[in-house]
């Protein structure tokens, strides 16, 4: 059986909000949205756009990315999580918590970066000489024609 994103997201902010013994009134008061709204959403009934979930997450003291990254986890099993995430930290709350420490790339990873920051110091060696030069102010000819020099 599928899972709709919809539905993997109410789950998460239900046992957000349930892990902090709070109640649908409380956080739909919190969050400036209705009661019924706010039920709609935690049971997958209503898709809830972006404002809206960033103001329940606002309410709940969850950060948006947290709770994308592990819906998207929860959707897909198999997806490989970067080494930046901490799975054990689920353990925490029923989230994943976001980590820099211990961040690694690959071999590959990091020679794709090194030559996009190579393509972007050559670009802006090339833009340099046209960004500094200076612009005439637009020239009035007869006839009302504006020409830039």
């Given amino acids: 059986m599928t899972v709709l994103l919809r539905e993997a997201v109410g789950d998460r902010l239900r046992r957000a909000r349930t892990a902090q013994s709070r109640t649908l009134r409380d956080v739909s008061r919190a969050a400036r949205v209705s009661l019924g709204y706010l039920s709609e959403v935690e049971r997958g009934r209503k898709e809830a756009s972006s404002e809206l979930l960033a103001s329940i997450c606002d309410a709940l003291d969850l950060p948006l990315p947290e709770l994308l990254v592990t819906v998207a986890g929860d959707l897909d099993e198999t997806?490989?999580?970067?080494?930046?995430?901490?799975?054990?930290?689920?353990?925490?709350?029923?989230?994943?918590?976001?980590?820099?420490?211990?961040?690694?790339?690959?071999?590959?990873?990091?020679?794709?970066?090194?030559?996009?920051?190579?393509?972007?110091?050559?670009?802006?060696?090339?833009?340099?000489?046209?960004?500094?030069?200076?612009?005439?102010?637009?020239?009035?000819?007869?006839?009302?024609?504006?020409?830039?020099?």
Avoid: F
């Fill in 79 to 149: 997806m490989l999580v970067p080494s930046g995430v901490d799975r054990a930290a689920e353990m925490d709350g029923d989230r994943l918590v976001p980590s820099l420490i211990g961040t690694e790339l690959t071999e590959t990873e990091l020679a794709q970066q090194q030559l996009a920051d190579a393509d972007a110091r050559a670009c802006a060696e090339r833009l340099q000489p046209v960004l500094s030069q200076r612009i005439s102010a637009p020239v009035r000819k007869p006839g009302g024609v504006v020409v830039a020099a």
